[in-house]
């Protein structure tokens, strides 16, 4: 008796059952196509195969205008952090440790999400201008178009981010533990900085990543709310592709830019394990 | 020592604790047992300055404390859940409440190694409490909350969540723990077990309110009420009317009567008062029914006692049919039911010689019977 080997014309790994392989194949095939790939084109894209040096566009790119946008960039998306951690931590405290309608207020936090960030910041344009509300009453506050207004600016918008991380590790302390603390004869402030905040740190570690992420590389909120001096480099990239059609100057501008954010991202997980903080949103 | 006075607690409308008043003498062990949800944890919150009382009053050695924040009250606590900080090790746990005590760093130090070494971990000083076992994470907490001696421990169901053996353990451990300090404690719980073999005094809690406060004991042998007789150990229960008969009490229900003793189980009510009698299961025997039936000339002795059992001679002997016999180990618990409708409880022998089913005769001494 013969066996005989009868050759499918599909592929063996289509007609298999479905397994975790297959899964991980969809998402992994998603990323490298649409992020992988188009982030190396940039580097390909930002070295210069012509005349002159290879690496003309970097050299142009770190200089002038466009070193102040990176620095800027950082030094905002560091005060946006630190800004926005402070009261999402008073929030997210308050939201554990004193409301009784917690579903109803995380709700009202997490609404904002829905609506288009050009409008919030347009809405708050609107809001600090001196034909606005603050301006009729004569509370004119003179923030337009500075960096106050894009720090606020922002800081408003990535509240939620940083919200909810934060609450879900305050959230997650035991109860006894504060009272432990208490017994053993720590006041309210101390037991806050002993023991309610060292336990929220995960948590504090994961908004400020995420936070700093995003502010850093905002675009709408220096654009509405900033002027000239307020340019990111996010608008500085934009500026450069859109208005003076320089690919190759944008494409050094961007991979500058990502690897910045990913070195320090890298450092800041060498002092934070980022994989815990990370892992407990 | 501690002085607690018509303190209540309302959380909105519901009455959590209901003007409960109890003292506690310096060194004594003192437990606060009740069902769950009977307020002793709110109680002990209260004492602890965690919760802030409705009314009443809380004094710590003479001081009134009612208003003193937990950290200005000089006292210990342990939790059920350890309440371990996780970020800390062991020796930091420890060393927490010294340092929040005013104690500098070298007092620190021989502080925590002796009671590192008092709970006996003495080499787990540089351990986090999660590389712990459940029994050790409770002896570092209650490490934790002697170091610094308080004036009292307070402690909120530490043995709950751990295992029979490692409970038992553990209890005998605390016991000697708290009897070599000295240190007065209130301990809250819901096992009577616990209550009742580690305390001078028990505080019996329901719906708020207190039900009894004596030893152990008497708190057993004398509940002062129909809660307390059922929350605490088994019994074999008759509801009916006390009554006077040839100057001898006795209870009479729907269907028979029952000869009650004149010792103080049994005193304090009116003739004609609706009663509850209560009867422990070490109290109560189980014959088969031929020994009594030809006139308590034989008996087969299959209980437990080597007590008399003819008939004649005892005044409580009650016909029933075995329902249930459970081994528990040490004993043997047999659950008759009476012809008279009530469900006997009776402690027998590891191995007696009734089957269910078995028509027998339920007997006890009418001293041990207990009215409330």
């Known amino acids: ?121 347009f809405g708050l344009l609107l809001f600090f201008s001196p034909t606005g509300p603050l301006g009729q009453v004569g509370l004119e506050i003179d923030i337009l178009f500075t960096s106050t207004a894009v720090v606020v600016g922002l800081a408003n918008a990535y509240l939620p981010f940083a919200v909810l991380p934060i609450y879900n590790s305050l959230n997650a302390i035991h109860h006894e533990t504060i009272d432990a603390s208490r017994a053993l004869g720590a006041g309210q402030l101390r037991t806050i900085y002993e023991v309610v905040v060292p336990l929220s740190t995960p948590g504090i570690v994961a908004a400020g990543v995420i936070v700093f992420i995003l502010a850093t590389g905002s675009f709408l909120g220096p654009a509405v709310l900033g002027g000239p001096e307020q340019s990111m480099i996010a608008n500085e990239i934009a500026r450069t592709f859109l208005e003076a059609y320089n690919i190759q100057l944008a494409s050094a501008l961007a991979v500058i830019y990502t690897v910045l954010l990913v070195a320090f991202i890298a450092a800041f997980n060498a002092v934070f394990d980022l994989q815990e903080a990370l892992g407990n949103l | 020592m501690l002085e607690v006075t018509g303190l209540t607690k309302y959380y909105g409308e519901l009455l959590a604790v209901d003007d409960v008043s109890f003292h506690i003498d310096e060194g004594d062990f003192v437990t606060l047992l009740g069902p769950s949800g009977c307020g002793k944890t709110t109680l002990l919150h209260m004492i602890a300055g965690l919760r802030e009382p409705t009314e009443g009053q809380v004094k710590l050695r003479g001081e009134d404390v009612t208003d003193l924040a937990p950290e200005d009250r000089n006292i210990g606590m342990a939790f059920q859940s350890t309440a371990l900080f996780p970020h800390m090790t062991v020796r930091e746990n420890i060393a927490y409440g010294l340092r929040m005590h005013g104690y500098d760093a070298e007092e620190r130090d021989t502080q925590v190694q002796e ?244 028509e027998v005769t339920v007997t006890f001494d009418s001293e041990s019977v207990v009215v409330v």
Do not use: C
């Open chain 1, 1 to 121: 008796m013969s066996v005989v080997v009868e050759r499918s014309p599909v592929p063996r790994w289509l007609t298999e059952r479905i397994s975790n392989r297959h899964l991980v194949a969809i998402g992994v095939g998603w990323v490298t196509f649409f992020f992988v790939f188009p982030i190396l084109f940039l580097v390909v894209e930002s070295l210069n195969f012509g005349s002159g040096g290879l690496f003309d566009a970097y050299r142009r790119a770190t200089g002038g205008v466009y070193l102040n946008a990176f620095a800027r960039s950082f030094v905002y998306g560091f005060v946006t952090t630190v800004v926005t951690l402070a009261f999402a931590y008073v929030l997210a405290y308050y939201l554990v440790f004193a409301s009784d309608r917690v579903r109803l207020l995380l709700t009202l936090v997490v609404v904002p999400l829905w609506i288009a960030y050009i409008i919030r910041y």
């Open chain 2, 115 to 358: 009671f590192l070494e008092l709970v006996d971990l003495p080499d787990h000083g540089d351990h986090h409490p999660d590389e712990l076992s459940g029994g050790q994470q409770q002896r570092v907490s209650l490490a934790r909350a002697l170091a610094y001696e308080p004036d009292i421990l307070l402690l909120d169901e530490p043995l709950t969540g751990l295992d029979r053996v490692l409970r038992e353990e553990m209890r005998e451990w605390l016991m000697t723990l708290q009897r070599e300090l000295g240190v007065t404690s209130l301990y809250v719980t819901h096992d009577q077990e616990d209550a009742l073999s580690m305390s001078d005094k028990v505080i019996v809690l329901d719906d708020g309110q207190k039900q009894q406060a004596a030893s152990p004991e008497r708190i057993y042998e004398q509940p002062a009420n129909e809660f307390v007789a059922t929350f605490v150990g088994k019994s074999t229960r008759f509801d009916g009317t006390l009554r006077s008969v040839d100057d001898r009490p006795i209870v009479e229900t729907d269907e028979t009567r029952i000869v009650v003793g004149t010792n103080d189980r049994a005193t304090n009510h009116d003739d004609g008062e609706a009663v509850s009698l209560f009867v422990r299961p070490e109290d109560v025997d189980v014959e088969p029914a031929t020994a009594t039936a030809d006139g308590g000339t034989t008996t087969t002795a299959g209980a437990a006692s080597a007590a008399p059992t003819a008939a004649a001679t005892v005044e409580n002997a009650f016909p029933g049919t075995v329902e249930k016999i459970a081994n528990l180990g040490n004993r043997t618990e047999v659950t008759v039911a009476l012809e008279s409708g009530e469900t006997a409880l009776a402690n027998t022998a590891r191995f007696p010689n009734i089957a269910v089913g078995d």
